[in-house]
């Protein structure tokens, strides 16, 4: 599209190497644009989360002062001080941990219960099946606001007022991990049913009826045969249940008003409202609440981009 | 596999419906009942909660109509621009040898959440040109520093002021800088799932094309956007889904001032700081019937999958 004679496009990215010193030239001259385009376009998108580290790094005086880009050239003056003042004096420290808490049980809870549903079915035979599962994906698109009234009044009534051992919080209902766990699992219930049970639905039969012939119990082939073989459906599941509720806000809006327990996107969230002009605590807490996402991106990209693929996006 | 007893499938899915029917059955089915029912969900108002969503009787408090009007802006504008950049990015990048660099760089904020995002646009907003690096650029061309977050000014300010001043304003520039923040976060997305679509058309008819002498626009319009379309519709679709539930982005960088609300936001405030249960669920009810086309849509087309699969 930017190229003025595609033919020689076309055959510049056919045969690179081939081609003598001045056309490879003529080539390079033609998709220019192309490159500058795009090289536009990628530092754009990179520049403000470059903004955000860098700044994070700064002075305070200095953030209020002048434009993150200064950082680069005037003599090197980076602090730790933002990220330690946030750990420590703001509860960030506290609130990663609470984070963790809330996010791995969810993460290994939801995959357990949808795999069993999962393979039922995919592999058992009973009435009402299929309407049964579509049922399960309508639910996908139903948004979450339409259940938190009920959920909170839900709550309300069944919340054990108790100290919950080790983890702190009640044992059940509002203000308890248990409480937001039950939540998070239930919400990320009908992506992780649809994605396994179409995963699930793929494997070859000729595996199932050979293992039932030999005599194993369902057990037997969901535990030996189907999860093994599914390891990179769990995964990009994994990746995207741990990654909602490591960045979901509203959830725990509704259901947790104890500072104490709050995750990271809560303590920020309280953060803007109160030090909504202090840069050097928020790019600080912002970039502590994008390590883990940004190390499960960078390390897992394959699963990510998988997982994209077979429907998962942010709740 | 044959001598299965009747109940045991019912086992396996045991804890799945549990927890469908007490998080988001019941609760659905109740929150449409309580849109019926006054502030404190106790005597019967009919359809007054609805009522009030319509009139907009207090456009100061809770603007109904910004609310609905902002959400379809979030719908058209957003969707549009997301798809329209994923795809152009997608076409771009599968040109290059740095393709996988070039889909990271765009792809990363996928990986950040709203709350983080936010920060970051706040920042990149900030009013001083001397900080924020948007009014540094506009300024460094010539123009005013805009405060993006506050300003509802719009082309339109001339016929609001003649006429009431509540009106909301459509083309307010502060709803347009959040949803380009939206458009920052998702275009990685409509970009991935678009390209992995392009890899799949063959390079001999893309050569056939080119050796017929087709121009790189008309390949890209004759057989790239037609190949693609379905693609484009389940994306478009789950990105309008997306916008529907908006919230976290408005609520950290506005908190819904200056007539940015969305539905999703005015519900939070009617439900858990007005503690209005009656307008707070009947602004759901309404969130939900904006998404009930798009879900028979997708169940439509994941039922014409299961008959071919």
Known sequence: MSRRNPSTGAEAAAVPRARPLTGRMRGLAARLPLHLTLIGLMVLWSIPTIALLVSSFREPTAIAASGWWNAITEPFDFTIDNYEKVLTQRGMARS?????????????????????????????????????????????????????????????????????????????????????????????????????????????????????????????????????????????????????????????????????????????????SSFGSQYQLLTAAA??????????FFALQRYFVQGILAGAVKG | MIGRRWWIPW?????????????????????????LLDERSKSFV?????????????????????????????????????????LIIAVLASRVRYEAP???????????????????????????????????????????????LQDTGSPQTVVTEVGPDKLPKPFQINNFALIMVGVWNWTGFTMIVLSAGLKGISTEVLEAARVDGA???????????????????????????????????????TGGRFKTDVVA??????????RDFGVGAALAVVLMLFVVPIMLITIRRFQFQEEIR
Do not use: C
């Open chain 2, 102 to 148: 070039a889909k990271a760089a765009i792809f990363i904020p996928m990986a950040i959440s709203f709350v983080a995002l936010s920060v970051i646009w706040r920042f990149m907003y900030v009013f001083d040109a001397d900080i924020g690096t948007v009014n540094a650029v506009t300024t460094g061309v010539g123009l005013e520093p805009t405060a993006w």
């Open chain 1, 96 to 272: 990663f941990w609470n984070s963790v808490i809330i996010t791995v049980p969810s993460t290994i809870l939801v995959i357990l219960v949808a795999a069993f549903a999962a393979y039922a079915f995919a592999w058992m035979r009973f009435p009402g099946r299929n309407v049964l599962f579509l049922v399960v994906v309508a639910l996908l698109v139903v948004p979450l606001q339409m259940t938190l009234i009920p959920v909170l009044r839900l709550y309300g009534n069944v919340t054990i007022d108790q100290e919950l051992p080790l983890l702190g919080g009640n044992v059940f209902g509002v203000n308890s991990f248990p409480g937001l766990w039950a939540a998070h699992v239930a919400y990320g219930l009908p992506f992780a049913v649809f994605l396994l049970r179409n995963f699930f639905g793929a494997l070859p039969r000729d595996l199932f009826e050979s293992a039932y012939l030999d005599g194993a119990s369902d057990l037997g082939v969901f535990f030996r045969i189907v999860l093994p073989l599914s390891g990179p459906a769990i995964a990009a599941l994994a990746i995207f249940q741990f990654l909602w509720v490591w960045q979901d806000l509203l959830v725990a809006l509704v259901l947790l008003g104890d500072p104490d327990l709050a995750p990271m996107m809560l303590t920020i969230n309280s953060l803007v």
């Open chain 2, 46 to 86: 009919g359809l007054d909660n609805y009522r009030f969503i319509i009139e907009n009787p207090q456009p100061l408090v809770s603007d109904t109509h910004s609310a609905l009007l902002n959400n379809v802006l979030w719908m058209t504008w957003f969707t549009v621009a997301t798809v329209g950049l994923g």
């Open chain 2, 265 to 274: 936001t005015l519900f939070f405030k009617e439900a858990f700081v007005f």
């Open chain 2, 11 to 35: 086992l396996w899915l045991a804890p799945t419906l549990a927890l469908l029917g007490v998080f988001l059955v019941y609760p659905s089915v109740d929150t449409i009942r309580r849109s």
């Open chain 1, 287 to 296: 970039f502590i609440s994008m390590i883990v996402p940004l190390l499960i």
């Open chain 2, 215 to 253: 121009s790189e626009w008309k390949i890209f319009r004759r057989i790239i956007i037609p190949i693609l379309s379905p693609t484009i519709m389940v994306v478009a679709t789950t990105l309008v889904i997306q916008t529907l539930k908006t919230f976290d982005l408005v609520w950290v960088m």
